[in-house]
């Protein structure tokens, strides 16, 4: 088999077979295929598309690529929840804890943030003592114990991904659908669950700004996962604005603990119990109206607060800091952004938000750059909020105050402030299971 053939049959439409698709995703992460020919393959990709069995084989190949989880010593039904990322996206800390406190079990394979989005590892990270780092038998004894437990993902999950992706970042083919579907999908293969349930988020902070797109690469997804014999569903979820009203790791979990307090801001609250609903549902629990129930039940007698206070324990963290939320040090410095005008907030362009916050050193620019996990925003309008003139639009927190003016620029320059009050957009805008899409 050559290479060169294979990029020239796929650069004129034709359809790769399995072995040929499995020959080049070993040769590639083997060294054997150069960056060069695989950055013309991927091009071809971007261009012409994969058919289903394509999609599905380079999905099995990139789970095959590294280690796969096998979660059998841990009991009962393992459903997963992967998000397609966003800001203020904080929603695994809020549902899987309620997962778990209805007898769902939840061994989760989490990432840090990179770019505009933030990430679960960093969040509960950012609880003192946490550790994310457990070994495979240190991770299925928490999650038997408390029925959840959140780790990072360990050096041999997924190199093919790993490569392909650091190639398409640079190759100009991060965003395809079908190279997104074969890179979320490998990895949560990969992860072994019973059931996943996708999030894919969609609007200014999102991958797919789309609802269309986010419902393509939805189908996809879902479709990739019932190949591979999981249950599946996928929620579209709106990005067009920050979920909640915090962006940054503390500000983002002592927010989580509140809606586990049976608080928290309504986007946040609806969307926790939107995805927990659905992945009660996907364990078989009920019909969604009764997983609904029965999360919001979880939240009501704090079981689910208990329950992420047994994992934080269980993973060596500070579990007395979920329960008082005031311990968690806060950033030394505050500035105030205003509104510049009376009228309506009419778009936030979310990722400037994000980036805002990763200015003030809540994010990371590079893989290897160090977080504050102090730092981040505090909205205090939204979009839809009425708004006068020098009215505090949003609170930044930092530990040095030189991050200030760049920072608070972006965050201005993202919000758009007009006169009439925008039309409201559903939470909620899409769902997809078996191959059928209801819009909402
Ligand atoms: N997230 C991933 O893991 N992969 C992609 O390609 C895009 C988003």
Same mark, same amino acid.
């Given at each position: 088999?050559?290479?060169?053939?294979?990029?020239?049959?796929?650069?004129?439409?034709?359809?790769?077979?399995?072995?040929?698709?499995?020959?080049?995703?070993?040769?590639?992460?083997?060294?054997?295929?150069?960056?060069?020919?695989?950055?013309?393959?991927?091009?071809?990709?971007?261009?012409?598309?994969?058919?289903?069995?394509?999609?599905?084989?380079?999905?099995?190949?990139?789970?095959?690529?590294?280690?796969?989880?096998?979660?059998?010593?841990?009991? %009962? /039904? =393992? *459903?997963? #929840?992967? +998000?397609?990322? $966003?800001? &203020?996206?904080?929603?695994?800390? !809020?549902?899987?804890?309620?997962?778990?406190?209805? %007898? /769902? =079990? *939840?061994? #989760?394979? +989490?990432?840090? $943030?990179? &770019?505009?989005?933030?990430?679960? !590892?960093?969040?509960?990270?950012?609880?003192?003592?946490?550790?994310?780092?457990?070994?495979?038998?240190?991770?299925?004894?928490?999650?038997?114990?408390?029925?959840?437990?959140?780790?990072?993902?360990?050096?041999?999950?997924?190199?093919?991904?790993?490569?392909?992706?650091?190639?398409?970042?640079?190759?100009?083919?991060?965003?395809?659908?079908?190279?997104?579907?074969?890179?979320?999908?490998?990895?949560?293969?990969?992860?072994?669950?019973?059931?996943?349930?996708?999030?894919?988020?969609?609007?200014?902070?999102?991958?797919?700004?789309?609802?269309?797109?986010?419902?393509?690469?939805?189908?996809?997804?879902?479709?990739?996962?019932?190949?591979?014999?999981?249950?599946?569903?996928?929620?579209?979820?709106?990005?067009?604005?920050?979920?909640?009203?915090?962006?940054?790791?503390?500000?983002?979990?002592?927010?989580?603990?509140?809606?586990?307090?049976?608080?928290?801001?309504?986007?946040?609250?609806?969307?926790?119990?939107?995805?927990?609903?659905?992945?009660?549902?996907?364990?078989?629990?009920?019909?969604?109206?009764?997983?609904?129930?029965?999360?919001?039940?979880?939240?009501?007698?704090?079981?689910?607060?208990?329950?992420?206070?047994?994992?934080?324990?269980?993973?060596?963290?500070?579990?007395?800091?979920?329960?008082?939320?005031?311990?968690?040090?806060?950033?030394?410095?505050?500035?105030?952004?205003?509104?510049?005008?009376?009228?309506?907030?009419?778009?936030?362009?979310?990722?400037?938000?994000?980036?805002?916050?990763?200015?003030?050193?809540?994010?990371?620019?590079?893989?290897?750059?160090?977080?504050?996990?102090?730092?981040?925003?505090?909205?205090?309008?939204?979009?839809?909020?009425?708004?006068?003139?020098?009215?505090?639009?949003?609170?930044?927190?930092?530990?040095?105050?030189?991050?200030?003016?760049?920072?608070?620029?972006?965050?201005?320059?993202?919000?758009?402030?007009?006169?009439?009050?925008?039309?409201?957009?559903?939470?909620?805008?899409?769902?997809?299971?078996?191959?059928?899409?209801?819009?909402?």
């Amino acid at each position: 088999m050559r290479m060169y053939d294979l990029i020239e049959k796929k650069r004129n439409g034709g359809e790769l077979s399995a072995e040929e698709i499995r020959w080049m995703l070993s040769g590639y992460v083997s060294g054997k295929i150069p960056d060069y020919q695989m950055s013309a393959m991927l091009m071809a990709i971007f261009f012409r598309g994969m058919t289903d069995e394509e999609t599905s084989v380079m999905t099995d190949a990139v789970a095959r690529s590294g280690d796969m989880m096998d979660l059998s010593p841990i009991a %009962g /039904v =393992k *459903v997963d #929840k992967h +998000s397609t990322g $966003g800001v &203020g996206d904080k929603t695994t800390l !809020v549902i899987a804890p309620i997962a778990a406190a209805c %007898g /769902v =079990k *939840v061994a #989760k394979v +989490s990432g840090r $943030g990179l &770019g505009h989005t933030g990430g679960t !590892v960093d969040k509960l990270e950012s609880i003192p003592g946490f550790r994310a780092d457990l070994n495979r038998e240190e991770f299925f004894a928490a999650v038997n114990k408390t029925g959840l437990a959140v780790i990072g993902q360990s050096g041999n999950m997924t190199p093919a991904d790993k490569k392909l992706y650091a190639l398409r970042d640079v190759t100009a083919t991060v965003d395809s659908i079908p190279l997104i579907a074969v890179s979320i999908m490998g990895k949560k293969l990969a992860a072994g669950n019973d059931a996943i349930l996708l999030d894919v988020t969609c609007g200014s902070g999102a991958f797919m700004k789309k609802t269309e797109d986010a419902v393509e690469l939805a189908k996809k997804m879902v479709q990739i996962g019932q190949r591979a014999g999981k249950r599946m569903a996928a929620l579209i979820t709106d990005m067009d604005t920050p979920l909640g009203h915090c962006i940054g790791n503390i500000l983002e979990v002592k927010e989580s603990i509140e809606v586990l307090k049976d608080g928290g801001p309504e986007d946040l609250r609806e969307a926790c119990l939107a995805l927990s609903s659905n992945m009660l549902y996907l364990a078989d629990l009920g019909t969604l109206e009764e997983c609904r129930a029965m999360a919001q039940e979880a939240i009501r007698s704090g079981a689910a607060l208990q329950r992420l206070a047994d994992m934080v324990e269980a993973q060596g963290g500070d579990s007395s800091y979920v329960l008082d939320t005031g311990k968690f040090s806060e950033a030394p410095y505050c500035e105030e952004v205003k509104a510049q005008k009376d009228g309506f907030i009419t778009h936030m362009d979310t990722e400037s938000c994000g980036i805002a916050s990763v200015m003030l050193g809540a994010g990371r620019e590079t893989v290897d750059s160090a977080i504050d996990p102090a730092a981040g925003i505090i909205l205090q309008k939204k979009t839809g909020d009425a708004v006068k003139q020098g009215e505090t639009i949003a609170k930044l927190y930092a530990s040095d105050q030189k991050l200030f003016a760049t920072a608070a620029e972006r965050y201005q320059k993202a919000i758009v402030i007009g006169e009439e009050k925008p039309a409201e957009r559903p939470l909620v805008l899409a769902r997809v299971e078996k191959g059928a899409v209801e819009m909402f």
